[in-house]
């Protein structure tokens, strides 16, 4: 598990006016954090949406699957026809920007994303997304890097510069967790730890977190919206080959990576049946 710590004021004065990711201007360099192996760390915002109608447009073309428009970390579709979608009602303030902490690796390790602002929050806004045992203390508050992609699904374009296609996909992540916030209704968490939605909402009605307190087992659980990868160690032995790129981004195969250790909890989670 890695807990290294982020210094929200620890900066990199610049040498020149150059941003360091031109794309996007918005991030600047921060000192790098302890106890972990990148390179070069980054803090900045992204915004997804403009407005309430882009949000809109961009939950229609992630449910029908079809490529969105990224700029500047800005999502934006011109895909025409789409029937409106009924989460359209609960998508309201979304031009919400979100702080954001990303670390750069050398060699063929992926880079890692922090969201910040707003924090993942336990039972009250943390979607299933995220990856705790790799989280960092940023702000002296401990956040999970998120599962922007798995590595095994998504390549990058090797002609273009790595750091501005990542927060893209970034950019992309954050435009659905924003739609999993204003989404949220009560779940009540069964034994097996599957959700069940115990009591819905109207559009106009606010996500009320203080129904969490009645028991452990409420959380409030919103709609993710697109496709999904594989994810747990039974769905990756299915789903993933193994001289493919490991779903954990680290840049190694499948086989040399996470194979072993994914078979080994199938194994003992099925008492050996699997």
């Not at 890692?112 to 039972?123: C, H, I, S």
């Not at 956040?143 to 893209?168: E, G, K, V």
Request: glycine share 4%; proline share 9%.
């Amino acid at each position: 598990m890695v807990v290294a710590t982020i210094n929200a004021l620890s900066t990199v004065a610049p040498e020149n006016p150059v941003p360091p990711i031109p794309q996007y201007s918005q991030f600047f360099e921060i000192i790098l954090p302890p106890s972990t192996q990148a390179i070069r760390a980054y803090r900045g915002y992204l915004r997804p949406f403009s407005d309430d109608a882009t949000a809109r447009r961009v939950l229609r073309t992630l449910v029908a699957d079809l490529p969105l428009q990224v700029f500047e970390g800005r999502l934006d579709s011109d895909a025409a026809g789409l029937a409106e979608h009924p989460l359209e009602p609960f998508l309201k303030d979304m031009a919400e920007p979100c702080t954001v902490v990303i670390l750069e690796f050398a060699g063929k390790e992926h880079p890692r994303a922090y969201l910040v602002d707003p924090l993942p929050n336990g039972r009250a806004s943390n979607n299933h997304h995220t990856w705790w045992q790799r989280k960092l203390s940023i702000d002296g508050k401990a956040t999970p890097q998120l599962c922007i992609y798995s590595a095994n699904q998504f390549s990058y374009d090797p002609s273009s510069d790595l750091l501005p296609q990542f927060l893209d996909q970034v950019s992309t992540y954050l435009a659905k967790h924003l739609i999993f916030l204003r989404t949220r209704m009560l779940h009540m968490r069964r034994d097996d730890g599957t959700l069940r939605k115990v009591n819905s909402r109207k559009p106009w009605q606010p996500v009320n977190t203080n129904q969490l307190k009645y028991s452990k087992k409420l959380y409030l659980y919103g709609t993710w919206v697109g496709p999904v990868a594989p994810h747990g160690p039974a769905a990756h032995l299915l789903a993933d080959d193994p001289d493919s790129e490991c779903h954990c981004n680290s840049g190694e195969l499948y086989r040399d990576c996470h194979m072993q250790s994914d078979q080994l909890l199938t194994k003992n989670n099925t008492g050996g049946t699997q």
